[in-house]
C-alpha cells in the first residue's frame, strides 16, 4: 500500500499494542466520524492519530508530544508557486501541535533537509522564509511581485476547444 494505508500496516505489525485512530477525507466523510476521533483522542483513548494535513489544523490535543511529517518533499516539489509557501504553512501548524503543553517535538521525513522551508521551520525563522520566497517571487516575477491570471477552458468537442483557445491567446 502507499501512504496512509502503508502506515496502518506498519502500525499493524510492530505498533499492534497502541491504540490508532485514522483521520482522512476517506474516514471524515462518515458524519461525526472527526468530531468522535478527536473526543476519544482528547479523552486519552488513542495512542497515535494518523492522518493527511487536515489534522494539522485547528486541533488543541493535551498530551500531544510527537508529530511526524511524512514525504513533505511531494509538497515542496509541487508545480505550483505558492509549493514552498504552502509546504511552510503546514509545517508551521504540525510544530505548534506537539509540545503545546509539555515538552515535545517534530519529526519530518525530506530528502531535503537543507531546503529553506524545512530549515526555517526547524529554527521556528518566519522572516528568513519570507526572506527567501520573497526573493524567489521578485526574481521570477511572481505575485506580490506580479499579476497573475488563470483562465481555464473546457468544450466537449477538442478541435472547437483549440480554435477558442488559439483565439483567446491571439486577442490576449
Same mark, same amino acid.
Given at each position: ?20 485512530? !485514522?483521520?482522512? !477525507?476517506?474516514?471524515?466523510?462518515? !458524519?461525526?466520524?472527526?468530531?468522535? *476521533?478527536?473526543? =476519544? ?8 492519530? &494518523? %492522518? =493527511?494535513?487536515?489534522?494539522?489544523? %485547528? ?5 500531544? =508530544?510527537?508529530? %511526524?511529517? #511524512?514525504?513533505?518533499?511531494?509538497? #515542496? ?5 505558492? @509549493? ?19 515538552? %515535545?517535538? *517534530?519529526?519530518?521525513?525530506?530528502? $531535503? ?14 522572516? $528568513? ?10 526574481? =521570477?516575477?511572481?505575485?506580490?511581485? @506580479?499579476?497573475?491570471? !488563470? &483562465? ?8 472547437? #476547444? ?9 486577442? &490576449?
Amino acid at each position: 500500500g502507499r501512504g496512509i494505508q502503508r502506515v496502518e500496516e506498519i502500525l499493524d505489525g510492530q505498533f499492534a499494542s497502541y491504540s490508532y485512530a !485514522r483521520l482522512d !477525507r476517506d474516514t471524515a466523510r462518515k !458524519r461525526g466520524f472527526a468530531d468522535d *476521533v478527536m473526543q =476519544t483522542m482528547r479523552a486519552g483513548g488513542i495512542d497515535i492519530m &494518523i %492522518g =493527511t494535513q487536515m489534522i494539522a489544523k %485547528g486541533f488543541d490535543i493535551k498530551g500531544v =508530544t510527537l508529530v %511526524g511529517v #511524512l514525504a513533505i518533499d511531494q509538497m #515542496l516539489t509541487a508545480a505550483d508557486f505558492r @509549493a514552498s509557501e504552502n509546504a511552510w504553512q503546514l509545517l508551521s501548524q504540525v510544530v505548534g501541535r506537539s509540545g503545546r503543553h509539555k515538552p %515535545g517535538e *517534530v519529526v519530518i521525513q525530506t530528502m $531535503a533537509p537543507e531546503h529553506p522551508v524545512i530549515r526555517s521551520v526547524a529554527s521556528h525563522d518566519a522572516d $528568513a522564509f519570507y526572506q527567501y520566497e520573497a526573493d524567489i517571487r521578485r526574481k =521570477t516575477k511572481y505575485p506580490p511581485f @506580479a499579476e497573475l491570471a !488563470r &483562465i481555464l477552458l473546457s468544450a466537449e468537442d477538442e478541435n472547437h #476547444l483549440h480554435r477558442i483557445a488559439e483565439k483567446l491567446a491571439h486577442d &490576449i
